[in-house]
Nanobody
Framework: QVQLVESGGGLVQAGGSLRLSCAAS????????MRWYHQAPGKQRELVAA???????SYADSVKGRFTISRDNAKNTLYLQMNSLKPEDTGVYYC?????????WGQGTQVTVSS
């Protein structure tokens, strides 16, 4: 079955960096469109970055220039490099993909940015 497992979250001071990972299994990872979402406390989940199978990337305005999404198809792993972190980046980060009509999510990884 499809599994997405995020890791790499933690507590960091404002201005710091973190690198999130999402290990995928049960999918043809290299052809899948992959996304990172952010859910801040008390708010809806929002798309922050996406990457196509051809490594075309897109970003939410709030993270442009600070976050970088990438993928390693040999390792079936999605990454999110987060630099210049701000307190408003705090929340749970989820990776996501779709296979046919189904949408799959990981369990999320918590990121806390202290001011």
């Amino acid at each position: 079955q499809v599994q997405l497992v995020e890791s790499g979250g933690g507590l960091v001071q404002a201005g710091g960096s973190l690198r999130l990972s999402c290990a995928a299994s049960g999918i043809s990872f290299s052809v899948n469109y992959m996304r990172w979402y952010h859910q801040a406390p008390g708010k809806q989940r929002e798309l922050v970055a996406a990457i196509s199978s051809r490594r075309t990337t897109s970003y939410a305005d709030s993270v442009k220039g600070r976050f970088t999404i990438s993928r390693d198809n040999a390792k079936n792993t999605l990454y999110l490099q987060m630099n210049s972190l701000k307190p408003e980046d705090t929340g749970v980060y989820y990776c996501n993909t779709e296979v046919g009509p189904y949408s799959y999510w990981g369990q999320g990884t918590q990121v806390t940015v202290s001011s």
